[in-house]
Structures are given as structure tokens and as C-alpha cells.
């Protein structure tokens, strides 16, 4: 359904979904986890990159198994997500 939906937004979709790890984190500046508690266990995993690990501006429910709509719905949630966090670091950038 993931890809039905991005689909019918014209995003070509070929993702695998994999562990991250210490050096993913290392090499990034920031990683968001798309949960609070997502967020606190990246945290409790990797202490030494706390300072980059931020929670989603709100969680995102996980629709797997769920119907197309419930899909479009998290969608709705994760581009809502992604315009705070880029407001976020226009503000930030300004500063």
C-alpha cells in the first residue's frame, strides 16, 4: 500500500528497510526517530550521538497491515512532520 500510495504521487519507491547503525549516525547531522520513543531508544543505543537524534514533531502510527486509506493518512502525517521540520531549520538558519 506504501507504494500505491507514493505511486499515485508520481514517487518511485524502492526502499528496504535496515538497521542503522553507529556509523549511519556519525555520518549524519541530524536523524529524526519517528516516534518519542523511537527517538529515546536511538538515544539509549548510541548515548555518544544523542545530540543529533530528534523525534518526528509528532509520532507517526506504523499502517502496515491497515487499509489504502490508513496509508494516505500517515502520508498526511509525515509531509505535515517534514514542513515542521523544515520551518524548524529555516529558523534555525536565520538565527
Given amino acids: ?39 529515546k531508544t536511538l538515544c539509549t543505543m548510541f548515548p555518544d550521538q544523542c545530540d543529533k537524534i530528534y523525534s518526528f514533531p509528532t509520532d507517526i502510527s506504523d499502517p502496515y497491515g491497515l487499509d489504502i486509506d490508513s496509508y494516505k493518512a500517515c502520508l498526511n502525517e509525515i509531509s505535515l512532520g517534514i514542513d515542521k521540520i523544515i520551518a524548524f531549520l529555516m529558523d534555525k538558519n536565520e538565527e
Fill in 1 to 39: 500500500n506504501a507504494r500505491v500510495v507514493l505511486y499515485d504521487l508520481g514517487i518511485k519507491f524502492n526502499h528496504t528497510s535496515t538497521v542503522i547503525s553507529e556509523n549511519d549516525l556519525k555520518n549524519s547531522d541530524m536523524v529524526f526517530g519517528i516516534t518519542q520513543n523511537h527517538a
